[in-house]
């Protein structure tokens, strides 16, 4: 996963709206790692009224508003929302700052991450790049911050299956971190994490596991077992176990995950969605359709309830359930949930973005079992097309 941090600056000039704008992003912060995104941009519109009141529409406090208020809308798939708040952002930093701060930096960083999220896969890369050349021009080329560019730059490359360019900016990165953060710190586990998740993708397991486990024993001895980290970690290392065929310690590893979730974060977190739906894909490799039904169904409703029914997530959700509909031939439930899925993602995300042509396959998949084939050439065609210009 790509990291976003709410951007925090300096003061603003009054001291009393100083306090009050730095309150306003705590809460921000909180609401927005508790998955109640809704109250956080009401609080961190309120944050932006403060910072422009107080230092004008230039001031860099206010890019930092602007930066916070993007990341939520960008969390809830409001893309077109999100857009032009990071450019405004990058704006304010360039002419506050001059085009090579770090701050600038993350401004670059920012809305590469949201192209990214976009499928806009060349417009994302060159704003990585622009971002990692600032950060070790003003940081120096062992900084964490370049670290970070460079775990970002390799996600990108992953998502695009350029495994031989990805790998070593992630050993560059796990490099960079364990000389100057030390071998415990949980961005290591991070990086590690990351390279574990290429070498698994790639089919490297054996390489994988390792990496995964020591990535799993640093946050459980910085954060502590019930950390919403440590799930993840161990959501990671199920999902290895599940793809080597070891279904029982991959279970084992979900529902651990899934626990401590709802523990830390509460019932209907969307991280919660993620280890149902995790959990419940791994009940229906094997065959065990009673069972992952209603977690997907549970997913889903928590995925609606957080983000809308309107977000990628959800579409991934109804994806997921309309799967396991069709592989029990229950077409009829099947195909409105593709449909809905598939409108969902060219809406939020565009009509050439890779998941629109997994939609477009999956329907078309759906209409050759049910003798619609002049539907399922056409959509594959549409698919096909989509994945070709994604090369």
Request: aromatic content about 8%; overall charge neutral.
């Amino acid at each position: 996963m790509l990291l976003f941090l709410l951007a925090f600056g300096t003061c603003v000039p009054a001291f009393a709206q100083g306090i009050e704008w730095e309150s306003l992003n705590d809460e921000v912060m909180s609401l927005y790692r508790q998955g109640h995104y809704d109250r956080a941009i009401v609080v961190a519109k309120k944050a932006l009224q403060v910072a422009e009141q107080a230092g004008g529409s230039d001031h860099p406090d206010v890019a930092d508003s602007l930066n916070n208020l993007a990341l939520l809308y960008q969390t809830q798939g409001r893309y077109a929302q999100a857009e032009p708040l990071y450019k405004r952002s990058l704006a304010i930093r360039e002419k506050a700052r001059g085009p090579n701060h770090p701050d600038v930096a993350q401004s670059l960083n920012n809305l590469a991450a949201l192209y990214d999220t976009q499928g806009q896969y060349a417009q994302a890369v060159s704003l990585y790049k622009r971002s990692l050349v600032i950060y070790e021009k003003t940081l120096g080329p062992d900084h964490p911050d370049v670290a970070q560019s460079l775990n970002n730059l390799a996600i990108l490359y992953q998502t695009q299956c350029r495994y031989a360019q990805a790998e070593p900016l992630y050993k560059r990165s796990l490099a960079i971190r364990e000389k100057a953060l030390g071998p415990d710190h949980p961005d290591v586990a991070q990086s590690l994490n990351n390279l574990a998740e290429l070498y698994r993708t790639q089919g490297r397991y054996a390489q994988a596991e390792p990496l995964y486990k020591r990535s799993l024993a640093i946050m459980e001895k910085t954060l502590g077992p019930d950390h919403p980290d440590v799930a993840n970690s161990l959501n990671n290392l199920a999902l290895l176990y599940e793809a080597k065929g070891q279904y029982a310690p991959a279970e084992s590893l979900y529902k651990h995950s899934l626990a401590i979730r709802e523990k830390a974060l509460g019932p209907d977190h969307p991280d919660v969605a993620t280890s149902l739906n995790n959990l419940a894909g791994l009940y229906y490799a094997q065959g065990q359709y009673t069972q992952a039904e209603p977690l997907y169904k549970r997913s889903l409703a928590i995925s609606e309830k957080t983000f809308g029914p309107d977000h990628p997530n959800v579409a991934s959700s109804l994806n997921n359930l309309a799967l396991l509909y069709k592989t029990q031939g229950q077409f009829a439930q099947a195909e409105p949930l593709y449909k809905r899925s598939l409108a969902i993602r060219e809406k939020a995300l565009g009509p050439d973005h890779p998941s629109v042509a997994q939609s477009l396959e999956n329907m078309a998949t759906l209409y050759r079992k049910t003798g619609r084939e002049k539907l399922a050439e056409e959509f594959e065609k549409r698919a096909a097309a989509i994945r070709a210009n994604k090369r």
